[in-house]
Antibody, heavy 120, light 108 residues
Framework: QVQLQESGPGLVKPSQTLSLTCTVS??????????WSWIRQHPGKGLEWIGY???????YYNPSLKSRVTISVDTSKNQFSLKLSSVTAADTAVYYC????????????WGRGTLVTVSS | EIVMTQSPATLSVSPGERATLSCRAS??????LAWYQQKPGQAPRLLIY???TRATGIPARFSGSGSGTEFTLTISSLQSEDFAVYYC??????????FGQGTKLEIK
């Protein structure tokens, strides 16, 4: 079955760029039919949707983060990635990648999540 | 942005009893409402979509109802594995997709 796995540095310095990758296994991003998302959860808090990407490269971002977020896709590696620039301690969170079916904008499959701490 | 408000923040219920969790949207989201369960250290798991449709593999004791701005998740007979945090999420209006702040279901 399809699985998602986040990877990337667990510690990022303030003002730098947070970079994470989600590897999709058991299925192809290029087959279409799904949007691929990043979602984060601040420690002990709720969930915040960051943005989506489709395999074609079309993206949609949360307006509150749009100026700092870039989501990209590498179909050859079956991966999609998140870059969040100019991070502060407020960006410390568990970052999840997740999948939505086209036209059904709930999240039916999630990665296990990765904790990113912003600290000097 | 649509704001999702869940109540109560914490719900204490005994195993075997019924639990009723509420979610309210700041404007109508039709039936475009999902529920998720999250256990400590784990990712959220989709329980319900379309306000009332159980996701694959979800036990029948979980049921969802509502439309418009008022929604309910009911767990008919609580099992030990059901004690967790539950989130609602609207997907009618976007961006952004928005979640409620969660209800923690704890053992009484």
């Amino acid at each position: 079955q399809v699985q998602l796995q986040e990877s990337g540095p667990g510690l990022v310095k303030p003002s730098q760029t947070l970079s994470l990758t989600c590897t999709v296994s058991g299925g192809s991003i290029s087959s279409g039919g799904y949007y691929w998302s990043w979602i984060r959860q601040h420690p002990g808090k709720g969930l915040e949707w960051i943005g989506y990407i489709y395999y074609s490269g079309s993206t949609y971002y949360n307006p509150s983060l749009k100026s700092r977020v870039t989501i990209s896709v590498d179909t050859s590696k079956n991966q999609f990635s998140l870059k969040l620039s100019s991070v502060t301690a407020a960006d410390t969170a568990v970052y999840y990648c997740a999948r939505s079916q086209l036209g059904n904008w709930y999240f039916d499959l999630w990665g296990r999540g990765t904790l990113v701490t912003v600290s000097s | 942005e649509i704001v999702m408000t869940q109540s109560p923040a914490t719900l204490s219920v005994s195993p075997g009893e019924r639990a009723t969790l509420s979610c309210r949207a700041s404007q109508s989201v039709s039936s475009n409402l999902a529920w998720y369960q999250q256990k400590p250290g784990q990712a959220p798991r989709l329980l319900i979509y379309g306000a009332s449709t159980r996701a694959t593999g979800i036990p029948a004791r979980f049921s969802g109802s509502g439309s418009g701005t008022e929604f309910t998740l009911t767990i008919s007979s609580l099992q030990s594995e059901d004690f967790a945090v539950y989130y609602c999420q609207q997907y009618n209006n976007w961006p952004p997709r928005t979640f409620g702040q969660g209800t923690k279901l704890e053992i009484k």
